[in-house]
């Protein structure tokens, strides 16, 4: 039996591993929960692809989609503190690096 996974609180814990500012949007999450969904649904179809067999083309275009949502996380977060000066959790001067490709 599968159960319905709720794909933002999902993408949102996983992204809160991979990306520890976003901690700091907590509040704001709402405006970040279409990446959240995102990044859930990715990074559970690369899992499956994983399980299917060796290194395909697909695997390699899914690990590129997860590092870029996390790019576009770290990113909306950099413009956020620049934005607001007074959103804790992160620093405009310490931008993450882009993702491989």
């Not at 700091?24 to 405006?31: D, I």
Request: glycine share 4%; aromatic share 6%; with cysteine.
């Amino acid at each position: 039996m599968k159960t319905e996974i709720d794909h933002v609180a999902h993408g949102w814990a996983l992204l809160a591993l991979r990306v520890p500012e976003i901690r700091a949007l907590a509040e704001h999450r709402q405006s970040i929960e279409e990446m959240c969904e995102a990044y859930s649904i990715a990074v559970l179809h690369l899992r499956e692809l994983r399980k299917l067999g060796p290194d395909t083309e697909q695997i390699t275009e899914y690990e590129s989609l997860v590092a870029g949502i996390e790019y576009e996380t770290s990113y909306y977060l950099t413009m956020r503190a620049q934005l607001s000066p007074n959103f804790a959790g992160t620093d405009p001067a310490q931008p993450r690096s882009s993702p491989p490709r």
